[in-house]
């Protein structure tokens, strides 16, 4: 079964860049019909979703973080990734990367997540 | 503040039926999907109804959507106590060359 996973710094200082993975297991990346997306939750607080990426490398981003955020996929290692530009206390949460179908976009599965604290 | 309106918090007593709204606009709910997403404390959401109205395998039938115009809901037949969870809504909102957009969530307490 498709299994996600995160890995990255856990920690990460003020204006600096955050960056995660995702690694796709029991699935390719490469399939039609599925974007691969980042969505984030703030201690506490609602889901945030952040975007997503197609293996093409067409992505669809958070208006609100469009210019902070990068993404990029990997279809050789099967993974795909997130950068946050100049990262402020703000940016500190649990981040998720997910599947997301390509027309209705449900995302289904989640990976387990990865808590960022952006600390000095 | 979320794009899609959730009540913050929602109750009911076992073997109740309790239903969550999820409001939204003409870009988001009315034209798009709903999609509803549960979560337990500690761990990652999981996909609960899809499409508005269709439920994953595997989830079970007390669980129901449904869709009108702008706004959505989610109804919980038959509540159980395991049933005490987080419940999110989400949508793609067609504006700003699109995106997803979630609702606040809302905590969901079986007394």
């Known amino acids: 079964q498709l299994q996600l996973q995160e890995s990255g710094p856990g920690l990460v200082k003020p204006s600096e860049t955050l960056s995660l993975t995702c690694s796709v297991s029991g699935g390719s990346i490469s399939s039609s019909g599925y974007y691969w997306g980042w969505i984030r939750q703030t201690p506490g607080k609602g889901l945030e979703w952040m975007g997503i990426?197609?293996?093409?490398?067409?992505?669809y981003h958070n208006p609100s973080l469009k210019s902070r955020i990068s993404m990029s996929v990997d279809t050789s290692k099967n993974q795909f990734s997130l950068k946050v530009d100049s990262v402020t206390a703000a940016d500190t949460a649990v981040y998720y990367c997910?599947?997301?179908?390509?027309?209705?976009?449900?995302?289904?599965?989640w990976g387990q997540g990865a808590l960022v604290t952006v600390s000095s | 503040q979320s794009v899609l309106t959730q009540p913050p918090s929602a109750s009911g007593t076992p073997g109740q039926r309790v239903t969550i709204s999820c409001s939204g606009s003409s870009s988001n709910i009315e034209r798009n999907y709903v999609h509803w997403y549960q979560q337990f404390p500690g761990t990652a959401p999981k996909l609960l109804i899809y499409?508005?109205?269709q439920r994953p395998s595997g989830v079970p039938d007390r669980f129901s959507g449904s869709k009108s115009g702008t706004s959505a809901s989610l109804a919980i037949s038959g509540l159980q106590s395991e049933d005490e969870a987080d419940y999110y809504c989400?949508?793609?909102?067609?504006?700003?060359?699109?995106?997803?957009?979630f609702g606040g969530g809302t905590k969901l307490t079986v007394l």
């Open positions: 990426i197609y293996y093409s490398g067409r992505t």
């Open positions: 499409n508005s109205d």
């Open positions: 989400a949508a793609w909102d067609d504006t700003l060359n699109g995106h997803m957009v």
């Open positions: 997910a599947r997301h179908t390509e027309y209705e976009v449900w995302s289904d599965p």
